[in-house]
């Protein structure tokens, strides 16, 4: 029967060291690199270089795996998903700035053709009437009263100073008249209808301004007087400063009802007597400063009349028509003409030389230290 050997029981393996079991001492120690004393082998020492190359293979590494590159890609491979990762990312951050620069041209032309339109639906201008400032180089003052005695003195109180007797007549409530213009340079066939004419010899003067709020410009290019209605003078008393010689004056000159031709230019140029719409117009909007003339409206003799007046006008939308002007409510613009009544209860005059203000019966009012 063979024997089997106790499992407990271990066999004797070598141990390390000599033959006796001892541990065996290490040799001489060797200096190594750098001072080491270890006398080991160390692993060579990575440079700048080496570990620059790693943070990018590592950056790159980390590119690829987001890009979805399997590992191990090369270097081009993973430069031309790069590129088109980047193409992706600016394109969509730029997304809205392109098409936004795609649509300025349609967008801006809509926005034009809405402010086409909106400019074509305003109103084309607005007309201001108001009566001229200033005195007038030879005039006439009609007051609907008779001067009181102190009024008549205070009037030559002011020895020859025609101004201050106006500025006193104006604050009496009188309405001034100018005396008509000369028109030395006017066509002999307009000098033929005025010599042939019953109207008066002296104007009402206005001020007519024109202003439009359009961003483009507006051209009146034609007047017609309207509704004329007419009727006798109420004018009491006549103060007159009388002329001392022909002038002429700036501004538009027209007969109520007009004469052929008018309103004709007044100003001592070239065109002196024209009809004024002929050689001449008016232009406002666009940025263009506002339109104003003077106006020198004559009413027959004896009566004070009440008008109206229409306007052409061309615009930028290719719009020509005639036009009513209204006043700032909204009506149909009314302006009033007077002239000198020919039955007048009193007619004073100066005479400069001595100052003085006479009647026409020849009594006199003179200065008290003449």
């Known amino acids: 029967m063979t024997a089997i050997e106790p499992p407990d029981e271990r066999r004797d393996h070598p141990q390390p060291g000599g033959a006796d079991g001892a541990l065996a001492e290490p040799g001489p120690q060797q200096a190594g690199h750098n001072g080491d ?11 700048d270089a080496d570990e620059g190359n790693g943070a990018r293979e590592s950056f790159a590494s980390i590119v690829a795996e987001a ?51 909106y400019d074509a639906n305003t109103v084309p201008f607005t007309v201001s009437v108001r009566p001229a400032e200033g005195e007038p180089e030879t005039w006439a003052v009609v007051l609907d009263r008779a001067l009181t005695p102190e009024e008549k003195q205070k009037l030559v109180a002011v020895e020859n100073d025609p101004s201050g007797a106006f500025s006193y007549l104006m604050k009496l409530g009188g309405r001034p008249l100018a005396t008509v213009a000369t028109l030395e340079k006017a066509p002999k066939r307009y000098k033929d209808q005025l010599a042939s004419s019953t109207v ?73 007597g024209e009809s004024y719409f002929s050689t001449h117009y008016i232009e406002v909007g666009g940025g263009q400063s506002s339109g104003g003339f003077k106006v020198h409206a004559i009413a027959p003799w004896g009566k004070s009349c009440q008008w109206g007046i229409k306007v052409r006008y061309t615009d930028s939308h290719q719009t020509a028509r005639w036009v009513q002007l209204k006043d700032s409510n909204g009506k149909p613009l009314r ?11 009193e007619t004073w005059g100066f005479i400069v030389q001595p100052w003085r203000l006479c009647e026409q019966s020849g009594k006199c009012i003179v200065h008290p230290r003449t």
């Open 37 to 47: 004393l270890t006398g080991a082998p160390q692993p060579p020492r990575q440079s």
């Open 67 to 117: 890009l979805g590159l399997a590992p191990g890609s090369s270097r081009r491979r993973r430069a031309v998903a790069l590129l088109v990762m980047l193409s992706i990312a600016f394109m969509a951050v730029f997304r809205d700035t392109l098409t936004g620069y795609l649509m300025i041209k349609p967008s801006v032309t809509r926005e034009n053709d809405a402010n086409k339109e």
């Open 200 to 272: 008066g010899g002296y104007a009402d003067v206005f001020q007519m301004n024109v202003m439009s709020t359009r961003s483009t410009s507006v051209v009146i290019n034609g007047w017609q007087v309207t509704d004329v209605h007419c009727r006798r003078s109420t004018g009491h008393t006549v103060v007159q400063l009388p002329e001392q010689g022909g002038a002429s004056y700036e501004g538009l000159q027209l007969h109520i009802p007009p004469l052929v031709g008018e309103p004709v230019l007044t100003d001592e140029i070239e065109g002196q």
């Open 335 to 345: 302006i009033r003409t007077d002239s000198v009544p020919t039955d007048a209860r």
